[in-house]
């Protein structure tokens, strides 16, 4: 009889279980299907968002609780645009999907076909310790302050397919920070000079380059940007005749520069008599050759005929992507300017940007490679082997996407004769590495 009972009892129960684990099923079947769809109807708005406006602060989670010691908060990884049920979680099986700056897909690659894991060449590497400090610093920084309003920055790009999050790069750069911090202290060379340092302590990742026309580029092509100074005018002159503008903010919230081209902007449309004068205001006068440099490579420091100087950097643009091959003067892309106290490089917004230092800062693309990614390039000069590492902390349209090429800060030259001068001892091609902190 007690066995009979004891049968029943199992059968009752087993029946119960399997009732109890049908309605969970259901209900987190439920839940899953409303989840995903909030999720691709917010991956859908991400997907025709403007760049400059973007701001997701309900799908992104607080990192209000970051520190100035720059302890790192959990910060969920951004890999690519799919729906965000998987968005926040570094994928290293599937193909990366590369996308341009606004935010559309181009096409698919293997991450492993472009990074491998490797150890870094016994030489020294080079920097200077207080200006790689400096940028360290400033982008770590962005990340604390910005992440809700920039969630860009929370993508881990196509590193992500080798494992890598954003958490990793924050320790990178946090690791980083405190080493130069101890070094510089203690008055000693920094132990991120020492490749053995480096290779015991972080990851180092080979970027191979990845050049859609020229599949047998393997190096990356690494150019140079300046700070060129210029002569200018704080009012219209015979000589100084072309404005650069800064946007007055009761105007542009409506973004109506977004319907100009720079060619429109040339022909007047600001001034006196124009349609639409008096919603910017001229910063400072040049030659069109003066503008165009400008306009290429951001910054400006601009002599004026008055004795006094004047650091210009670009604020917004007019949404239209640079064109490249297309020469200067017939690019349609315009850039509104702001005056500044630093060079700066990335940034959502001009009260943002990164302030940034020349022989430690990489241009790059931050949608795909990532920002605050630290770069050591691999060349030879002179016979010998030189490691130079630093920081992307900057970008252009340039580079989105492009998964080839650096553009590497070189200084503050007078004129392109000595930035000429200055380059030529700088390689036009190198081996790039890649660490993450292990």
């Known amino acids: 009889m007690s066995i009979l009972f004891s049968q029943k009892l199992r059968n009752a129960l087993g029946i119960s279980a399997l009732v109890l684990i049908s309605l969970a099923k259901s209900h987190l ?77 181009k096409f698919s690659i293997n991450g492993s076909q ?39 920055i929370l993508r881990t790009g196509i590193l992500g397919t080798q494992g890598v999050t954003v958490e990793d790069i924050l320790k990178t750069l946090d690791f ?35 050049n859609p026309k020229n599949q047998s580029q393997k190096q990356l092509r690494i150019t140079k940007y300046a700070v060129f100074t210029h002569p200018g005018s704080r009012t219209k002159t015979s000589t100084y005749k072309i404005p650069i503008y800064s946007l007055k903010e009761n105007f542009a919230v409506g973004k109506f520069y977004e319907k100009y081209t720079k060619q429109d902007v040339l022909s007047g449309i600001y001034e006196p008599g124009g349609r639409e004068f008096g919603k910017v205001e001229p910063l400072a006068y040049l030659t069109r050759s003066g503008l165009e440099e400008a306009l290429m490579e951001g910054t400006i420091l601009i002599n004026f005929t008055d004795g006094s100087k004047g650091l210009f950097n670009v604020d917004r643009n007019n949404g239209i992507s640079y064109i490249r091959g297309l020469k200067a003067t017939a690019q349609k892309r315009y850039w509104y300017f702001r005056k500044v106290d630093d060079i700066k490089g990335y940034g959502y917004k001009i009260d943002a940007k990164i302030s940034i230092k020349p022989g430690v800062t990489f241009a790059g693309d ?52 000595d930035f000429g001068a200055h380059i030529s001892q700088l390689p036009e091609y190198a081996t790039a590495y890649i660490l993450v902190k292990k």
């Open 29 to 105: 079947y439920t839940q899953s299907k409303n989840y995903d769809k909030q999720n691709l109807s917010a991956t859908q708005q991400e997907n025709v968002t403007s760049p400059q406006s973007q701001t997701s602060p309900g799908l992104i989670q607080s990192v209000s609780t970051v520190t100035t010691n720059f302890l790192y908060p959990v910060i969920p990884q951004q890999t690519q645009d799919k729906p965000l049920s998987r968005k926040y979680s570094a994928s290293t099986s599937a193909p990366y999907q590369v996308i341009d700056e606004w935010k559309k897909y």
């Open 176 to 210: 980083m920070v405190n080493v130069l911090r101890e070094d510089i202290a203690n008055n000693r060379a920094s132990r991120l000079q020492n490749s053995d340092f480096i290779n015991s302590n972080f990851r180092v990742i080979k970027w191979s380059a990845n």
């Open 366 to 417: 931050v949608l795909n490679i990532g920002l605050g990614k630290v770069i050591i390039i691999e060349h030879n000069q002179g016979g010998r082997k030189q490691l130079q590492m630093g920081v992307v902390a900057d970008t252009g349209g340039a580079f989105l996407p492009n998964l080839h090429q650096l553009d590497f800060l070189a200084g503050i030259f007078q004129n392109h004769k």
């Open 114 to 152: 472009i990074l491998t894991p490797t150890k870094l060449p016994t030489t020294k590497v080079n920097f200077n310790q207080a200006d790689l400090l400096t940028v360290l610093s400033n982008t770590r920084k962005y990340f604390q302050d910005y992440a809700v309003e920039d969630p860009d």
